[in-house]
């Protein structure tokens, strides 16, 4: 059984930095991609930064330059460290994987961590 475990969530001030991590454990052959989401208040959940095919990392514009994805292939984990936090980063943060396991590549998700920056 896979899992995702987020960590790191929490209230914070304008300005400030947060760290979030995640840990994949389960029945992994390999993994494909890793990144986060997230779900802002009265929004549609949106890419937040993922590591594309080749190990590349992605963005969305309202975060680069303040968002730093990383991985441990090793340990299976991926991390997001947040840094000059907005009240509008404000949300439920979810990790993602695509996995390959005995079906083939699946799509698991975290249960997700509550990010608040207030102003």
């Known amino acids: 059984q896979v899992q995702l475990v987020e960590s790191g969530g929490g209230l914070v001030q304008a300005g400030g930095s947060l760290r979030l991590s995640c840990a994949v454990s389960g029945s992994i052959f390999s993994i494909y991609e890793m990144g986060w989401h997230r779900q802002a208040p009265g929004k549609q959940r949106e890419l937040v930064a993922v590591?594309?095919?080749?190990?590349?990392?992605n963005y969305t514009d309202s975060v680069k330059g303040r968002f730093t994805i990383s991985r441990d292939n090793a340990k299976n984990t991926v991390s997001l460290q947040m840094n000059s936090l907005k009240p509008e980063d404000t949300g439920v943060y979810y990790c993602n994987a695509q996995i390959l396991g005995g079906l083939g590549y699946v799509s698991y998700w975290g249960q997700g961590t509550q990010v608040t920056v207030s102003s």
């Open positions: 590591f594309t095919r080749g190990g590349r990392s």
